[in-house]
């Protein structure tokens, strides 16, 4: 069984920074693309960034300069670090991982105001 286990999510003020963690168990993590994806009020589930088994990533233009994906394959994690943040990046924050399949976490929300 698939197991997605988000966590880091909180309040924070505008231009601050946030790191997001992601734990996976139940799939060949290695061979997985990770992604972070996020949910505003009223508004679709967009990509946010994601990175493939061989550590190539891609980004959603609006968080390019500012977001990093990361993952360590020995533990099974991928990480969001999440720079300069706007109130517009308020959102719940999946993780999602694909291999014969997609998966999903609980999310964890994100909230950017002063």
């Known amino acids: 069984q698939v197991q997605l286990v988000e966590s880091g999510g909180g309040l924070v003020q505008p231009g601050g920074s946030l790191r997001l963690s992601c734990a996976a168990s139940?799939?060949?993590?290695?061979?997985?693309?990770m992604g972070w994806y996020r949910q505003a009020p009223g508004k679709q589930r967009e990509l946010v960034a994601r990175?493939?088994?061989?550590?190539?990533?891609n980004y959603t233009d609006s968080v390019k300069g500012r977001f990093t994906i990361s993952r360590d394959n020995a533990k099974n994690m991928v990480y969001l670090q999440m720079n300069s943040l706007k109130p517009e990046d308020t959102a719940v924050y999946y993780c999602n991982a694909r291999l014969s399949g997609d998966w999903w976490g609980q999310g964890t929300q994100v909230t950017v105001s002063s």
């Open positions: 990175i493939t088994s061989g550590g190539n990533t």
């Open positions: 139940g799939i060949i993590f290695r061979f997985s693309v």
